[in-house]
C-alpha cells in the first residue's frame, strides 16, 4: 500500500495494482490483467452511464495497464469524455490518458482538438495548462495544424497567466520541433525575445528554450537576444546566492536559467558591440572566478549545478575561438578537473578538452597535459571514460609527440575493450600516417598493429599500407624487409601474410641479395603459410607468386611445380582454379619481356583522401572528424604520395585476369562487383541453364514486351497448344511467394504443389514437390515450363510425391513469371493445369547496407522520372509490417521519419546489376501506403513496385 | 531532452516520458536495451554515456534508476540536476518518497514531471512554485469529491 494516498484515492485502482503486484508469474499477470479488461468492457458497455468518477478510474486502470506494457484498444472514447468533464482531475487523467495512447483514429482526433479548444478558451489558466501540456505532449501534425496559429497568441498576451506563458513556450517549441512548416514566424516574435526580459523566471526558463531553437533556424529574425542574454546572464552571475530566491539551486543562483542562457549565445558569433561584449568577457571570467572559490557547500549537487554552468561557459568560449586569455583559462581549469575523484568530471574534462585542442589558441595548452592523459587511458575503471581519452590522445597529436601517442595507444590496444578496438586501430593507423616523417617508424607501426590486432585491422588499413610502400620508394627495401621478419612468426596474422606476400611480390627483390632471404627462403616464407589462409589471401599469394617468377626466374621451376599441383589447378574454388591455370600458362608461353611487362612493377597510385579517414568517418558519423582534420588529413596525404598522379593500367596484375578483382582497385576505393565467375555453386556442371538466351518466345507466355524468359526450342514437352491457359489464381499465387521461398504453391483436390527456393546472386534453384492426394496413381505425368526442364516421374503413385528441381539463372531483369504446366491423366481424365513458377525479380536482391547520407544521395541521383515507380494503396494486412524476406536491406535510422520504411538492395542479372532504393511510407490513419521505388533501370522499378504493392 | 525512463533494479520500467515521437514497438526495443546498459554498470562508473547518437545521464536513487537521454549538444551536469530535482519534488509531495509510492501514484508521477519540464524541457525549475500547481490540483479535487458507495469504499469496483 502506498504510503501516502494523496487527494482522491481511487480505491479500485489501488486494489488492483496490488493484485498485479502479488501475481507470481507472468501466466497470472496476464489472467488478471483479462479479468479486469472483461470487467472494464462490461461497464463500459453497460446501460447505466457511469459517473465522472468511475469512468476516471477504469480509464486509470487501463492506462496502468498499458503502462505495464500491454495493448490496449478500447476505452480511448471514454477519455475523450473525460475532457470535457468540468471536474479537474477527471479532465486531468483524460489528458493523461490520451497524451500516452496516442490515437490517430481521425475521429477521436477531431474531439480531442475541439476539448482542447475549448479549455484554452476557458480562461480558465488551470485548464489551459492542462489543454497545453496535452498538446506538448502529443506534438502531432493535426494539432500542429489546429492550434499552430492561436498559442503564439497566447504566448505573448498581455492578460496571459505566468504559469500559462510557461506551458504556452515549450508547447509551441515541441509543434515548431514536429511541423516547423506550420508554426508562422509573424508580429508575436520581437515580442517572444522580449520574454527573456520577463520578472518571472519560470517564464524566461521556459521562453529561452523556445528562443534558442527559433535562433537556430532563424538567426537574423532574433539577433536582437544577445543583448538581452547578455544582460540577463550578468545579472545572475553577479547576485548574490539569495538574491534569487527559490531559483537559486543548492546556493548556485538560476543554474538552468544560466546554462540556457549561455547555450543560446553559442547561436551567434561574438557580440558585435564593444560594450555587450565587455559584459560578457567579464560574465565568463566571473564563472571561471567562482570555479577557484571554495565550494559553498559540500553537497554534489552544489558542485553539479555550478559546474554545469562552468562547462557551458567554456563552450561558448570554444565556439567564440577568439579570446586566447579565456581558452588557456578554460584549459586549465579544465586539466585540474582531469585529476579529479568525481568520475563525471573527469569525463566532462577529456570531453571538453577535445574540441579545446582544435582550437590554435589552446592546442599547446592542452598537449601540457598529455601525461595525465595517457595515465587516464592506463587507469581509468571506465570503458566510457578510457574512450574519452583516447579520443583526446587522438585531438591532440600532432608532429611533436605523434611518436609517444602512437607508442602509448599501441600498447593500450594489446589489453584495450574488444568494444572500441576497431576505432583505436583506425585512430593510428590515420596517426600513423599523418605524421610520419619517417615512414620506416609508420611501416612499424603498421605491422605493428596486424601483429597486436589483426583481427580489428580493416581492410582500409592494409590497403593503405601497401598505397604508401608503393609510393614511396625510399621506404620499399626496409619495408621488404620488416615483412620477412614478421613472417618468421611461427602464427602470424593473416592480414601479415597479405601484406607480406603483396610486398615481397613487388620489391622481394630489394632483399634478395642477402643470402637469409634468397628468392627460394623468401618463397617457401610465403608458400609456409599459404595452407591456412582463406581463399582471398591465397588468391593474393598465388598473383605474389607469378610477380616472384618474374623478379626471380631461378624460382620459375619451383613455383610452376605448385601451380601445377591438383591442389591448385584442380582447385574447387573457381578463382583460385583460374589463377593457377592462368598464371601457368602465362608464365610458360610468355617471353621474358613479355613476362616483364605484364608484371611490372605496380605503378604509384594517385593522390587522394585516406581510405581509412573516410572509414573513421563513415564509423563516427559526420562531425566526429573535424573539416580541418580532413584538409590535414588530405594535404599530409599528398605530401606521402609524393605526387604520384601517373595511372597506368597495362601493366597490373589485374590486367591478366579481368575477372578477378585486384587489390589495386580496391586499393584506389572502387571496388568492383564480385566476380561472376565464383558465385557459382560448387556443383557447377549440374548446373542446367534454363532460360537460355536464344529462342523464340514461347507462345503461352502470352506477352511480347518479355525480354527475360525464351525457350528453348528443343524443350518439346510443352505443347502449347493443348496447355491450358494459366489458371486465374495464378497471379494471386505467385504474390503469395514474392517474400518467401517455401510453402504450398497450388492445391486442389487431386494434387498438391509444394515448393522450396534458394537464391544467391543472379542464380537460383527451386525443387519441385508434386504431391498426389488421392490414393488412385497419376498416370502420363508431364510437366513443362515454357523453357526446359528435365523430365519428371511420369507415375505418381497414390498418396506419393515426386519431386523436381530446377535451376534458375537471372540473366536480365524480366517482368512475367514463368509458366508452369502440369498433365497427367487421373482415372482416364485428363488434367491441366497450368501455374505461374514463383520466380520474381526480387528473388535476385542482394542487400546493401548503407548510411542515411548515402541513401538520399543515391536516391537523388535516381531522380529521373521513368526512374522512379510509386503506388499509394491500401492495407491489406494489419499494419505493423515487418519487411521481411524481400531480399533488400532493411536501413535502420536512415528515414527522418521512423515509421518509414527504406531499404536498399542490387538485383543480381548475369547482363548487369541494377541498384535499387526502396521506400515505404505507412499512413497509420488512412490505412494506406505509398510506396516509392527508384532504380537505374525503369522496367525494374515498374516491375518492383507492382509486385510489392500486393505484399502489405 | 528526448526521454526519461524511471526502472527499478530488477528492470521493471516504472514510469517513461517520450518527447519525441516513436512506435511502440521502437519504445519497447529502446526500453529494453537501456535498461540493460545501464542496469549492467558498476557502481562507481561515471553517470553518462554514449548511447547511438544520443547522451545518457543517469543515476540511481535507492531501488530506482533515472535515465535520461539528451542530445549532444546538451548538457550532462544540468540534467543530472534535472534528475534530482524531480526526485526532490516527489519525495517533498509524497513525504520520503519510494518505488511503492510511484508504483501506486504513478498518475501523479506523471502530473508532476509535466510541470517541472514539458517537451523535454525546464519549465519551472522552482520547487515551491512546482508543488503549488500540484497541490492546488489535488485541493480542486477535494472539492469535487463525492460520497461514494461502500463497494467502491473497499476497493470492490
Redesign the interface.
Known sequence: ????????GM??L??F?SDI?NCKSKEAEIKRINKELANIRSKFKGDKAL?G??KKKYV?KL??IF?L?HDIDFGHMEAVNLLSSN???EK??GY?FIS?LVNSNSELIRLINNAIKNDLASRNP?FM?LA??CI??V??REMAEAFAGEIPRILVAGDTMD?VK??AA??L??LY??SPDLVLMGEWTSRVVHLLNDQH??VV??AI?LITCLSQKNPDEFKTCVSLAVSRLSRIVSSASTDLQ??T?YFVP????S??LL?LL?CYPPPEDGAVKGRLVECLETILNKAQEPPKSKKV?HS??K??IL??AISLIIHYDSEPNLLVRACNQLGQFLQHRE??L???ALESMCTLASSEFSHEAVKTHIETVINALKTE??V??R?RAADLLYAMCDRSNAKQIVAEMLSYLETADYSIREEMVLKVAILAEKYAVDYSWYVDTILNLIRIAGDYVSEEVWYRVIQIVINRDDVQGYAAKTVFEALQAPACHENMVKVGGYILGEFGNLIAGDPRSSPLIQFNLLHSKFHLCSVPTRALLLSAYIKFINLFPETKPTIQEVLRSDSQIRNSDVELQQRAVEYLKLSSIASTDVLATVLEEMPPFPERESSILAKLKKKK?PGAVSVSELEDGKREGGELNGGGERITDASAIAASNASTPSPSADLLGLRSAAPVGSAAPSAGSLLVDVFSEAGPVAPSSGVTDDNFLSSTPSSSSLGSEDAAPPLPESDELLNKFVCKNNGVLFENQLLQIGIKSEYRQNLGRMYLFYGNKTSVQFVSFTTALNVQTKPVEPLVEGGAQVQQVINIECLSDFIEAPLLNIKFRYGGALQNITLKLPVTINKFFQPTEMSSQDFFQRWKQLSLPQQEAQKIFKANNAM?TELLGLGTALLE?VDPN??NFVCAGVIQTKAQQVGCLLRLEPNAQAQMYRLTLRSSKDTVSKRLCELLAQQF | MQFMLLFSRQGK?RL?KW?V???D??K?KITRELVQTVLAR?P???????W??LKIVYKRYASLYFCCAIEN?D????T???I??YVELLDK????V?E??I??????A??IL?EFL????????????VLK?IE???L???E???P?SVL??????
Open positions: 500500500m502506498p504510503a501516502v494516498s494523496k487527494g482522491d480505491r479500485g489501488a486494489v495494482i503486484r459517473d468518477y468511475s486509470c492506462l496502468f503502462l506494457g471536474k479537474y482531475t486531468q487523467i493523461l500516452v488551470t495548462c497545453l501540456h506538448a505532449n506534438g502531432s504559469s510557461q506551458s515549450l508547447c517549441l515541441r520541433k514536429t523566471m519560470g526558463t521556459a528554450s527559490d531559483y539551486y538560476a543554474p538552468w536559467l546554462c540556457k547555450r553559442q549537487q553539479n549545478a559546474n554545469a562547462f557551458e568520475t563525471n573527469r569525463y566532462l575503471r571506465d566510457s571514460v574512450q558519423g505493423d535510422n521512423p515509421e | 520500467l517513461q518527447y515521437p516513436l512506435s514497438k521502437e519497447k558498476k562507481k562508473m561515471c553517470s553518462f554515456l554514449e547511438r547518437d549538444q548538457n550532462e551536469l544540468i543530472l540536476e534535472i534530482h530535482r509531495y509524497f513525504g520520503s519510494c511503492l509510492d508504483i501506486f501514484n504513478f498518475e501523479k506523471y502530473f509535466d514539458l517537451g523535454g524541457e525546464a519549465q519551472e525549475t522552482s520547487k515551491k512554485n500547481a492546488q490540483a489535488d480542486l479535487q477535494e469535487a469529491e463525492t461514494r467502491e469504499e473497499i476497493g470492490l469496483t
